[in-house]
């Protein structure tokens, strides 16, 4: 997307403009980079928390709450 807006504006040289699509595209590219790091650590959180659902008791009762 950065080339075509590049090469979109590349009628206009005006180096304000360049500058400031390079540093969109530096800002867009780093919040894509930690959004997929945030999805990473998501999902590790996620299969660490269905393993332990998987391993633990879905119910458990105290003692006192057992039938006579």
Same mark, same amino acid.
């Given at each position: 997307? /950065? &080339? ?6 590349? =009628? =206009? ?9 390079? /540093?969109?595209?530096?800002?867009? &590219?780093?919040?894509? +980079? $930690?959004?997929? +790091? ?8 996620? $299969?660490?928390? /269905?393993?332990?659902?998987? $391993? ?5 009762? $105290? ?6």
């Amino acid at each position: 997307m /950065a &080339k075509a807006l590049l090469g979109y504006m590349s =009628s =206009s040289t005006d180096p304000r403009v360049v500058a400031q699509l390079s /540093a969109e595209t530096r800002r867009l &590219k780093q919040q894509v +980079a $930690d959004l997929e +790091a945030h999805v990473l650590r998501l999902q590790s959180e996620n $299969d660490s928390l /269905a393993a332990a659902l998987h $391993d633990a008791p879905l119910l458990t009762l $105290d003692e006192s709450m057992q039938p006579v």
